[in-house]
């Protein structure tokens, strides 16, 4: 079954502080996504990767950063968390296939800033 | 720019069906997404549309209208476990996926 795994379900951070937030896939895929989702909003993108060192600025990279030094694994780094930050982080993967491209999801990390 | 329009909430009763719009302005395109999404859980692949008409898959059926920039989402004989959000995404000229702010969809008795 294939799986994208996210470290953590929930997260509480003190403001000013630089959270890590791991995500792991075990399908192989060549690219990778990470999105926050709040009310209203949908999905908006953060930083995507099409392949191990590389990275690419979504719609919203202010505050984040990325990390992929293994193809399995896509870190998403705030360098100081602020409350507006609080919010639910979405971790995808997919093929690197033009057209239908599945995205696979983790479950999502709730991270609350305070 | 780019833009997803879908309704934010749609009510519907067990055992009935439902229709769920999806408008789009892309620059290009490439296919149009609908994913399922459960409280607290994370987005699932319900289906993929790139070419004109209806897709129909058991109880979901997709429809695609690339002139009309129209999708829509159809769910048959409802079932409590369909109350979820419904979310329809867009593929842009560069591949990159543009989504929709979501449909809650709320399955009464």
């Known amino acids: 079954d294939v799986k994208v795994t996210q470290s953590s379900r929930y997260l509480v951070k003190r403001t000013g502080e630089k959270v890590f937030l791991e995500c792991v896939q075990d399908?192989?895929?060549?690219?990778m996504f990470w999105y926050r989702q709040d009310p209203g909003l949908g999905l908006r993108l953060i930083y995507f990767s099409y392949d191990v060192k590389m990275k690419e600025k979504g719609d919203i990279p202010e505050g984040y950063s990325v990390s992929r030094e293994k193809k399995e694994r896509f870190s998403l780094i705030l360098e100081s968390a602020s409350t507006n930050q609080t919010s639910m982080y979405l971790c995808?993967?997919?093929?690197?296939?033009?057209?239908?491209?599945?995205?696979?999801f983790g479950q999502g990390t709730r991270l609350t800033v305070v | 720019g780019q833009n997803i329009d879908q309704p934010t909430e749609m009510t519907a009763t067990e055992g009935a069906i439902v229709q769920i719009n999806c408008t789009y302005q892309t620059s290009g395109f490439n296919g149009l997404f609908w994913y399922q999404q459960h409280a607290g859980e994370a987005p699932t692949f319900l289906s993929y549309n790139v070419l004109d008409g209806l897709e129909e898959k058991g109880r979901f059926s997709s429809f695609l209208s690339r002139s009309k920039g129209y999708s829509y989402l159809l769910l048959k004989e409802l079932q409590m476990k369909d109350s979820a959000s419904y979310l329809c995404a867009a593929l842009d000229s560069n591949y990159q996926l543009i989504w929709g702010a979501g449909t809650k969809l709320i399955i009464k008795p």
């Open positions: 995808a993967s997919s093929l690197r296939h033009e057209g239908n491209t599945e995205a696979f």
């Open positions: 399908m192989d895929h060549e690219n």
